[in-house]
């Protein structure tokens, strides 16, 4: 069983028939192939009006969508879409009626702006967050609300004797709970996609807040993160806010009202072979050729190449601003380098992102100068084409991922996968606990130093890129997405058996380099 | 022997004579009366000529100043001013010379703002800080440079076998280093007085900056903070971060290349009979009187009083906001209380300091609309009188101090002093640790929990107000500044016997109260 906020699928109906769109997160890329391995139920909420009727077609089942007939055609219309868009899977689809204006208050005021911008600590602390009367009322009145509805929903679909339930996600902190109260025996857990940040950002929220984040997550048997240090916080954050909780550290485990609850790490991943055959693909091949001939035109300069949405944290700012600084060092690479930014928009509604945005493109126009398209630094492609990404990385020599804080940065798996590139990696990125050793590793506010690895990686001789390479690519196939889900299962085993889940720590080799700051960088006279 | 960047005295040479300033800030007058217990040596930078010019002239010692006749009549004059300034003391003030555009680079670019900005959270991370060749080179040819020459300055005066020198703040991490270089029987004790974030903080700077700074640290045999929360994010930090340590969160010990580093906490404290004394004053007492004549006018309202610096961390905005809240929900309390914010301002040049006072402007207006300055709810007052603060203290009914991040927060402990208010306090406030159990705690963001808090200070029974009162009088009375300073002094004898320093921690009372979300705030219909 999987609750979600979001399910694999959403539902439309037109003119023509049924539509289904398939979810781009990476929560559904993740879980959209659990149902090849095992039976799933996939509980979620249902968005509109339309994912409702789709919802109550779903709930009666295949077997009376195969033997429907004449009136009863858009019951076996939903269920012919379900099988044409997660082929081969046993999987059964629960979309769950929610108020709209609970689910409005749950998803709009609580879970994305508010739980989302906190755990990417992006807010400016002195004027936001604001907890106010309306703030409490979202909380009360729609977060609790939708998790208690899925959390039931979740509870009437279990029918094995201990169930296995993995709640996904900051929308669900509190679902546990009424899992656990109405079926004691079940084994959940949790996997959060999003940081954990230090138990300082929670200390600024109310404590009744906080600590009922953190007794609905201690509902689980074990709390998923996707790195050591993120697990580390949590556990910290427990012991700082759960008054009668006890936390052994060394261990990963929770003592709390006589149970115990582990805290692991399962940097989620992606499937490694589905990745290649796309890239491998006519799609990507299109992209790859016009981005070459752009290239050609241009002199065939070397490639630096970025993937991300156009947000705050992503630390888009800062990278163009080390790009810049190695310009001014070398200014002999303004022809001999590209700067490609594969850039999405994101929340363009907010604020806080078009003033991003802004300060972004004044760097761009600052470096790009007045030159034309083909000689100007820094080119801006568009996000939104998966196509041309993957053909950028394919064609990069250095990649670029360097955040303020991501749960995971999947872009830089992606990268030595399909490419052959040095990755420039920032060691508040997710993937940093396992890439670091073969990536070049920067610290996120470190221009200077950012501007020196963009140097090195332009500069790496070709044996030590492809030694490294060679690493990474391994590490990348061997913890894939199959052994992210393998390891929450072997750990749910074990703690079904009594023992202690076996996915104690990662490897922590962020720390290895660690250069003096003196020797990394050098004032320029400017 | 103190060491620290700016000393008790600043000199001034004017047409008639030598004039000396006493510095203002909290760490002069903590350390200001130690010359009365021991003898002292207090070196510092020579901020100007003119320090540089009187430093010479204190570098030739007293018995000279008391020979000196004739042509050395500004010998005597400024020996006489360092006994005027500060009566009783054995005390021998070392003014360094530092290259002023060392000082310039250590104070303006590293110190003050950015070393500053980071401890404070105050940094929008998307934009700020950038680590460029510009901060790196001030760091090496400012910051560096001061600590050495800070620290060299310091070895010259050290006489006894096993000198005890106590380092202070956020401009001298790395000036223990030299001194232990130098002198490695030296007791070497660095006292924080500005937060120690958590390492996700330190994170995002360089590896080479933030291990210079632990490692800088690590030469001291104590390392002393404020709460025993920064203590922790200490240990944590070097966890992270210092390869070869080990660290022993329990005992509060880092075992680092065959030395052991202690780390407690020493809150900072007043001298209670001196503030008593002061507040007892005519200079107060006419403060007070004009206060109270206002009020009278007002037609005797309640007051709730705040004082501080209109800067970012102190959070004055959502203090304004809980109290517009508090005027909604009892539209009747809108003539019957005043909130009485002292402020001064500061760092006005500062774009964020700006923008900032003018949002809090902005609230200011809305909740005062166009009503006459008596009748208005919020009255602002100058706080660079601190005659006035300390009235105002005495006449409150409740004292906000309700900071997103501050080392301690002495108005704190004065109020309780020299008033008889309820004390609202958010728990990120460095005096929370001692004062949470008979003050009113908040978190920092909750606006609607601060302003359910403001409502309970005013409505408290006079009983329960004075018990609490009672206990947090007796806390501030015995955790004085003498204490403060005995504790440190008591663990260097410890660490000099080779025995654990005693002071292992505080009580940790900022847990107890913790009333859920929705017990202490409910939405009103707006």
Not at 164 to 176: G, N, R
Request: aromatic share 6%; hydrophobic share 45%.
């Amino acid at each position: 069983m999987v609750v979600s906020n979001r399910g694999p699928l959403t539902f439309r109906r037109t003119a023509e028939g049924w539509r289904a769109g398939r979810g781009s997160g990476g929560l559904v890329t993740a879980l959209a192939e659990l149902g090849r391995l095992a039976p799933v139920t996939w509980v979620s909420a249902a968005l509109d009006a339309d994912d409702q009727a789709a919802g109550r077609f779903l709930s009666e089942g295949r077997a009376a969508a195969k033997a429907a007939r004449g009136p009863h055609a858009e019951l076996r219309e939903i269920h012919s879409l379900v099988e044409h868009q997660l082929p081969g899977q046993d999987i059964r689809l629960r979309l769950t009626d929610v108020p709209p204006e609970a689910y409005a208050a749950h998803y709009g005021i609580v879970s994305n702006p508010f739980l989302w911008f906190m755990q990417h600590e992006m807010y400016r602390l002195p004027y936001e967050p604001i907890v106010d009367d309306v703030l409490v009322a979202a909380w009360r009145d729609g977060y609790r609300v939708v998790n208690e509805l899925l959390g039931r929903a979740a509870v009437e679909g279990l029918r094995s004797r201990r169930p296995v339930v993995l709640l996904q996600d900051y929308h669900l902190y509190l679902a546990a709970a009424t899992v656990r109260a109405l079926r004691p025996e079940a084994l959940l857990l949790h996997f959060n996609h999003i940081p954990w940040p230090s138990d300082s950002t929670w200390q600024l929220l109310p404590q009744g807040l906080r600590r009922a984040i953190l007794e609905g997550l201690l509902a689980n048997d074990i709390v998923g993160l996707q790195t050591d240090r993120y697990a580390q916080n949590f556990l910290a954050s427990v012991a700082s806010f759960v008054r009668d909780a006890q936390v052994d550290f060394a261990g990963r485990r929770i003592r709390w009202r006589n149970r115990n609850i582990f805290v692991r790490a399962y940097p989620i991943s992606l499937d490694p072979d589905a990745l290649v055959r796309f890239a491998r693909g006519e799609a990507v091949a299109g992209r790859r050729a016009a981005l070459k001939a752009r290239l050609e035109r241009a002199g065939g300069p070397r490639l630096i190449v970025r993937v991300d949405r156009l947000e705050p944290s992503k630390n888009v700012l800062r990278g163009f601003l080390a790009f810049e600084a190695l310009l001014a060092r070398r200014p002999e690479l303004r022809q001999a380098v590209r700067f490609l930014a594969i850039q999405s928009t994101s929340r363009e509604a907010l604020p806080e992102y078009q003033e991003y945005a802004t300060a972004v493109r004044e760097v761009v126009a600052r470096v790009n100068r007045l030159d034309d398209p083909e000689s100007a630094p820094i080119w801006l492609l568009d996000g939104s084409d998966y196509d041309l990404a993957i053909a950028a990385l394919q064609l990069a020599d250095v990649v670029l991922v360097n955040p303020l804080v991501d749960g995971m940065n999947l872009v830089a798996k992606e990268a030595v996968l399909v490419g052959a590139p040095v990755l420039v990696l920032s060691e508040t990125a997710g993937a940093a606990e396992q890439l670091a050793r073969d990536a070049l590793m920067v610290s996120a506010a470190d221009v200077a130093g950012t501007s020196r690895a963009l140097e090195s990686g332009l500069l790496m001789p070709h044996d030590e890129r492809h030694a490294r390479l060679r690493r990474l690519r391994a590490s990348v196939r061997d913890e894939d997405i199959a052994w992210w889900l393998a390891r929450q299962l072997r750990d749910l085993v074990a703690v079904a058996e009594g023992a202690r889940p076996p996915s104690r720590h990662l490897r922590d080799t962020v720390r290895r380099h660690e250069p003096g700051l003196e020797d990394s960088s050098e004032a320029t006279p400017s």
